[in-house]
């Protein structure tokens, strides 16, 4: 899946990028019949239904060009919003200082899902805080992860 995501990525990112908006990421999700693939974009002056049909319409018609996707599919185009998920390690580099929630794709120390402040990328890795406790855990093993909104 991470390859047809790389794919899908290197096919959409121009399209997304020529009408002013950068990629933050994308995800596919398969299930049953139909699956689902979810296309976040941002900018520095915000996202709006304008932006995200504009779009959705250029993407529709590469995808249909193109084909990358067997079968059906739904589009979604939208904000990453206020609990934007976290794709690349730019995006961690990006959001220092903030609470994120991760869940690792295999368990360490029993457990799999994280939450805490971001406190620092080196290398390939990221410095999470959680209560008196720093994990230092690879970006690669990272599942999903997304800010925790602060209100």
């Known amino acids: 899946m991470a390859e047809r995501g790389q794919t899908l990525r290197d096919l959409l990112q121009p399209v997304v990028e020529a009408l002013g908006a950068q990629l933050w990421g994308l995800d596919l999700q398969s299930g049953g019949r139909r699956k689902l693939l979810r296309i976040y974009i941002d900018r520095e002056q915000g996202v709006d239904v304008e932006l995200c ?8 018609a590469v995808m249909d060009v193109e084909d990358p996707i067997q079968g059906e599919y739904v589009l979604e185009v939208s904000s990453p919003g206020m609990d934007r998920p976290l794709y690349e390690l730019a995006h961690y580099q990006q959001l ?10 295999f368990a360490y120390e029993g ?5 805490g402040l971001l406190k620092a990328v080196e290398g390939d890795d990221i410095v999470l805080a959680v209560a008196d406790h720093e994990y230092l855990f690879p970006v690669e093993g ?3 992860a997304n800010v925790v909104p602060q209100f």
């Open 53 to 60: 049909a504009a779009v959705s319409r250029q993407v529709s």
């Open 96 to 105: 220092l200082g903030e609470q994120i929630a991760l869940k690792l794709r």
């Open 111 to 115: 457990q799999r899902n994280f939450k």
């Open 142 to 144: 990272i599942e999903k």
